[in-house]
């Protein structure tokens, strides 16, 4: 009997381990796993992100014909984004639209966050404004480019996607959420990744501290070869069968604490691509 009572309790322990997220640990999840903006909003150091400086922005992303710096996205209310409200916080990430009407430019992904739920953009500004405040002024990003004048129309409501819905919430993850897809589809005419013909096929040029690296095929034409073990290890671990390393700037680091259900569900999501 005593047995079966501490079994009970066990399972109940069990059973409380994984209550749902509040907004902020759900916030924090989805910003440092599968959207990784520090991969992007943290300046890096010789041996890495620098912690004192996280989200403080001021990392040079400049590319052919602009001279991008990745935002402070701290609370600070100077340099950062303190002063502004959550609703212009959101319409930042997801229309790429700041409170004094100028348009946001690449290589923040954009296009990609007009996806993000409006459940999971509010905890993520949530997650933003938990972090530290750091004073760390940006220079100003000068594109040689006309800008668009917007992302698309305004949006309303964008609806949760069912965790459920295995390919639908890796192609939510795999896109809205974490950009793979921006990375790894080739550019169209006019320099930018296209998502709709290129979709996976990789050939994106990345220049920075660790040298060039050119994004690879995602679609089943390459990955067929990786089991889904070869593959999540690739995503989590940096690691490929053949014991080489997944250079820079995929991710890697970030990706490792995504969690196993939604991992499948990306992986899942990947292997019915059509194979370019
Ligand atoms: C691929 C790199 C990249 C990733 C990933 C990224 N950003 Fe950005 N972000 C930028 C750059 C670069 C800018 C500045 C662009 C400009 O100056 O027009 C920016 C601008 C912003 C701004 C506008 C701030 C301002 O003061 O102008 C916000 C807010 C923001 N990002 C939030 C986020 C959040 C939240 C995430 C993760 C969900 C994220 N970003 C992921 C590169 C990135
Ligand atoms: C900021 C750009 C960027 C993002 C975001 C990104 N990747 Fe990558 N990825 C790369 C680059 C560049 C490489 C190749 C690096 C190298 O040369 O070692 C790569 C390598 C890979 C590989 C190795 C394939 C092989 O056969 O070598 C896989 C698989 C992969 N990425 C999947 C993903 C998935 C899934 C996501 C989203 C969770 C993702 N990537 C997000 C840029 C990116």
Request: aromatic share 8%.
């Amino acid at each position: 009997m005593q047995n079966y009572l501490l079994l009970f309790s066990l399972l109940a322990l069990n059973a409380h381990a994984t209550p749902t997220p509040t907004p902020l640990e759900r916030g924090r999840y989805l910003s440092q796993a599968i959207a990784a903006c520090a991969n992007c909003h943290t300046p890096q150091g010789p041996s890495g992100p620098l912690a004192a400086k996280t989200l403080a922005g001021g990392t040079d992303y400049s590319g052919p014909g602009f001279q991008a710096y990745a935002a402070n996205i701290t609370p600070d209310r100077e340099t950062g984004i303190g002063r502004w409200s959550d609703a212009q916080i959101i319409t930042a990430i997801r229309e790429g639209k700041r409170p004094d009407g100028s348009v946001i430019g690449p290589p923040m992904p954009v296009g990609m966050y007009r996806g993000i739920s409006d459940r999971d953009m509010a905890a993520i500004v949530t997650y933003l404004r938990s972090v530290p405040a750091v004073k760390n002024k940006v220079p100003k990003s000068v594109y040689h480019f006309p800008l668009p004048p917007n992302y698309g129309p305004p949006l309303g409501r964008v609806a949760e996607v069912p965790v459920a819905d295995k390919i639908a919430y890796g192609r939510y993850l795999a896109g809205p959420l974490g950009h793979c897809v921006e990375c790894h589809s080739a550019p169209g005419a006019d320099g930018a990744p296209d998502v709709v013909h290129n979709l996976g096929t990789g050939g994106v040029i990345f220049k920075g501290p660790w040298g060039m690296t050119v994004s690879p095929n995602i679609t089943p034409s390459n990955l067929a070869r990786y089991s889904d073990q070869e593959l999540k290890r690739i995503i989590t671990m940096g690691i490929r069968p053949d014991g080489t390393q997944v250079r820079p700037p995929m991710g890697v680091s970030y990706y490792a604490g995504m969690r196993s259900q939604e991992l499948t569900a990306l992986v899942a999501y990947l292997r019915q691509l059509p194979s370019k």
